[in-house]
């Protein structure tokens, strides 16, 4: 199964787990400093995170390090799963797959050739002797080098346009950046920015460094989750119910609020915090993994309000260029946001289920280009 022409393939050595994670930690940053684009999904923090708190078995996490000769060149973390697929049991290798890991990516220096990568790791399973149906690399964004990979050179391979990440670019005033938005939504922020000024001891935190005010603020945020749709009363999803998820958010502060990585704002009315955002910022993008709003107050548009108050600021300070949603949500598609297509890239094997779901899919793939009989 080759697609790399007559370059010898990289070396593949496999360690496992949390302790396998350390062990690797310097080749990690070695590789992440060498990215094309180096996303907060890419840091070693995210992912010590997720293996610490979201992983209910560090060890089933598998970390490929992929190297020419003595240069580590990528890294794969995978983890085997059980799935039921047209009912049958089915056999998944996928990047760690959860809810609140909303992107998703393998770590591979810019000069590297991902068929190369991809043919090395197959070759090494083969040889090993993995028993696997489906290779799942999951929300992946369109600048991975996963993504430069086609169907063609014998891999039994389907790429396919899954979401996309969504986000505003804060180069120009918030006033001509408004100007792009419909004239409803305009007229819906200037009435809730009207309200919301009539509103006694109206106040906008921004808070990016460990200490009291971030522990303040993080403890204000989950309040404010837990109180509406996602509490209690609501589908139990709030973070603070969730011991995992606490840890998971808590180790992420421990991780990256040092390097000013993390963070927290908050809306305030009379003290009292009725939006909140948990972000994570790079060089130029800051993400807004979570956001929460106090129902109670949905006549000022609370959440609204403080992703205005957001962008306005990240065009003031500098401090950053791109404000990223992550996801798509479609209430963020009145900011006219720009759009950057996510993809699902899976590779079946040459077992029996793995040529069946390929077969499958392709089948589902030429559905809608069948013309239907009179």
């Keep these: ?97 959860h809810v609140h890991l909303p992107l998703r990516d393998v770590l591979c220096v810019a000069d590297a050739v991902a068929g190369d990568v991809l043919d090395s790791l197959l070759a090494f399973l083969h040889a090993q002797r993995s028993r696997w149906d489906v290779l799942r690399f999951a929300d992946v964004m369109h600048e991975s080098p996963l993504v430069s990979l086609q169907s063609g050179n014998g891999w039994r391979m389907i790429v396919r346009r899954a979401k996309t990440c969504d986000w505003v670019v804060c180069d120009r005033p918030y006033e001509t950046l408004a100007r792009s938005f419909s004239r409803n939504f305009r007229s819906n922020l200037s009435k809730a920015r009207n309200k919301l000024a009539q509103e006694a001891g109206v106040g906008f935190e921004s808070v990016s460094r460990p200490g009291p005010d971030m522990q303040r603020c993080f403890a204000e945020f989950l309040e404010v989750e837990a109180s509406g749709w996602k509490g209690n009363a609501g589908t139990g999803t709030a973070i603070r119910l969730h011991p995992e998820l606490l840890r998971f958010y808590e180790s992420l502060i421990a991780e990256l609020a040092p390097s000013g990585a993390l963070v927290i704002n908050c809306l305030r009315v009379a003290g009292v915090t009725i939006a909140a955002q948990f972000c994570v910022r790079d060089e130029d993008t800051l993400y807004v993994l979570k956001l929460a709003y106090d129902e109670r107050q949905a006549r000022l548009a609370p959440g609204n309000m403080l992703l205005e108050r957001v962008i306005a600021s990240g065009f003031a300070s500098g401090s950053f260029r791109h404000v990223s949603l992550v996801g798509d949500p479609p209430w963020f598609k009145d900011w006219r946001p720009q759009e950057a297509p996510v993809y699902t890239i899976e590779v079946y094997n040459a077992t029996p289920i793995g040529l069946m779901l390929l077969a499958a899919k392709r089948a589902k793939q030429c559905l809608p280009s069948m013309p239907r009989s009179a």
């Design 1 to 97: 199964m080759s697609g790399t022409g007559a370059r010898a393939p990289l070396d593949v050595t496999l360690v496992r787990g949390t302790q396998g994670l350390r062990a690797i930690a310097s080749e990690w940053v070695e590789i992440a400093n060498q990215l094309r684009r180096r996303r907060f999904y890419h840091w070693y923090g995210w992912l010590r995170s997720y293996l610490n708190a979201l992983e209910p078995d560090p060890a089933a996490l598998h970390f490929f390090v992929l190297r020419a000769g003595s240069r580590p060149v990528a890294i794969v973390p995978l983890k085997f799963e059980q799935e039921r697929r047209l009912g049958i049991g089915v056999r998944v290798l996928t990047l760690p797959p």
